[in-house]
């Protein structure tokens, strides 16, 4: 089992951690006993910090709130009565959206940066992570570099190795850190209108991206999760599949934590028959399509691609979305309106998307469902931290082969242009994450990728309809951005209008910002400051 550290505190700390956490010391912990609004406040707080949920709620949260009265306060009180209620509803007679109507937020510390990937699998669940970008890994828990330290590798005859390795990676990383913030200021010097804190946050923000890819994929990370038992139930079941030892064991502390607070719509995930039955289906298809792959393409050697490739599309998804614009206003066949709708001309189709979308003011105006009915799908070759914040798009399906170091490493310009030393500092880096990896694969094939720096490169595949186009593509290219995956969704917007040929669409998502970004902080820190100044 993996070690976690626990943090310790004073007897009135732990006195009120009580009353709204499911636990003291263990990494996963439900919130109880809190309004929903605090729940969300600490969660948005939690992505930009490198404290606990635990102790951030102690430090910020708990002087804001009227505590005096909870003293009293038990969790599991009326538990066994809801008990009885669901489960002539739910486990007796299996209506599983009940299960749909009772959610938890579960804070979920200490995972490393492969199993954050399997955390956030799910499209009915609601995720918030520690961001790399706000926080610096140069710092340590319990006095040791933030990495997981897989009980299996360690009790291998590469545990020391594994131990010295990441380390050195963490010792280039901090080394690295206070070099690129130096570079960040002679390159960008402070504007006059600018305050010290908001020139500092850019700064560190710009210094943070270009040292990020560094890290191995082994770096810890605490995840925020929001979802129903439903979801909870079918994440747990692939976790209990997962071939990653740690998702297999973190699912059983989570399934614990649960337990405690929606015990009945997670009564079927250990039941032999029902839970520990689809588990072993997942397990089994997995294996069964790996043999397959293996045995049919084993020796294949990669094609040279783009970064970035359209690999399907629907050539009259234009006329497609115009006629679902259509549809709900009238009263005809569908097939109907797709047959006039071919015949119109320029202006006419340009009223029906001007009337349709109407007057965006800011990318958070979004059109209707219409953009549902064409989709696009993309093979993408991106360094694993660009992959790591596109991932967390939910609606779109999205799919990745294991992260090994085969398919190379993107140095940041930022690194590059840092001078030699550093250039050669970083290549060292991924020299010896390459390395590690390589020492690891044939013994621990499942935890080899956490020798592997978020540098290097990942294949993914990503389908996705025009609104969850939309929706993404304008997030992720806004200036504050950061540049790995800018690069990414510029260019999937440029497909979609010059090789899909769908202008139109392209057109729509006036929001995407194709320009380059010196100082990507910088705009946001100004705004974050004038609204801290109005209120």
């Known amino acids: 089992m993996t070690t976690y550290f626990a943090e310790d505190w004073t007897k009135r700390e732990a006195d009120i951690l009580r009353r709204y956490v499911s636990n003291l010391d263990g990494p996963v912990f439900a919130l109880v006993n809190l309004p929903e609004v605090v729940k969300g406040a600490l969660f948005a707080r939690y992505s ?16 804001e709130l009227e505590i005096d009265g909870d003293a009293g306060i038990d969790a599991t009180v009326g538990v066994r009565r809801a008990e009885e209620l669901y489960d002539k ?9 009940v ?23 799910g499209r009915l669940m609601s995720y918030l992570e520690q961001s790399t970008r706000y926080i610096g890994y140069d ?11 897989d009980p299996a590798v360690l009790a291998s005859p590469l545990g020391t190795r594994y131990i010295g390795d990441l380390d050195r990676l963490f010792d280039t990383y901090a080394a690295l850190l206070p070099r690129m913030t130096d570079w960040a200021r002679d390159r960008y010097p402070k504007e006059p209108s600018d305050s010290d804190f908001v020139y500092r946050q850019s700064i560190r923000a710009k210094a943070l991206d270009a040292v990020r890819g560094v890290l191995p994929a082994a770096s810890l990370s605490n995840v925020g999760i929001y979802g129903t038992g439903q979801g909870y139930e079918a994440l747990l079941l692939r976790m209990q599949a997962h071939p990653l030892p740690e998702a297999r064991a973190y699912g059983q502390l989570m399934l614990v934590e649960l337990r405690k607070v929606i015990p009945s719509f997670l009564r079927r995930v250990d039941v032999a028959e029902r839970g520990g039955a689809w588990a072993d289906y997942l397990a089994t298809t997995r294996r069964a399509v790996d043999e397959v792959a293996e045995r049919l393409f084993g020796g294949d050697v990669p094609a040279t691609s783009p970064e970035v490739e359209l690999i399907d599309f629907d050539p009259d998804g234009e006329d497609k979305m115009l006629a679902a614009m259509l549809y ?5 066949p569908e097939s109907q309106i797709l047959d006039r709708v071919r015949t119109l001309g320029v202006d006419d189709r340009r009223a029906i998307v001007d009337a349709y979308v109407g007057n965006r003011a800011n990318r958070r105006h979004k059109p209707g469902r219409a953009l549902e009915r064409l989709s696009y799908r993309f093979d993408v070759c991106s360094d694993y931290g660009a992959f790591r914040d596109l991932q967390r798009h939910r609606m779109l399906t999205i799919d990745w082969q294991p992260l090994t170091p085969y398919l190379g490493y993107v140095m940041p310009e930022a690194v590059a242009e840092a001078g030699a030393d550093t250039r050669a500092r970083f ?9 590690l990896y390589e020492a690891l694969v044939d013994q621990l094939p499942a935890q080899a990728g956490y020798a592997v720096s978020l540098a290097y490169r990942v294949r993914y595949t990503m389908q996705l309809n025009a609104r969850e186009a939309m929706h993404m593509l304008e997030l992720r290219t806004t200036p504050q951005g950061h540049p790995a995956y800018r690069q990414v969704c510029q260019e999937m917007h440029r497909l979609i209008a010059e090789q899909a040929g769908h202008h139109t669409v392209a057109a729509m998502m006036r929001f995407v910002d194709h320009n380059e970004t010196a100082l990507e902080r910088l705009e946001s820190e100004r705004r974050a400051e004038q609204r801290r100044q109005v209120t």
Do not use: I, P
């Open 427 to 435: 290549d060292d880096a991924m020299a010896r994450s390459a390395s």
């Open 139 to 149: 710092s340590r828990l319990g006095g040791r570099y933030r990495y997981l330290r």
């Open 48 to 63: 930009r910090t490198d404290k606990s949920l635990r102790r951030l709620f102690l430090d910020e949260f708990v002087e």
């Open 99 to 121: 299960a749909q109507l009772g959610g938890v937020h579960l804070a979920c510390e200490q995972a490393s940066n492969l199993l954050t990937k399997v955390l956030e699998w």
């Open 328 to 332: 709900a206003s009238l009263s005809l």
């Open 89 to 97: 509803v739910f486990y007796e007679y299996g209506d599983d959206s």
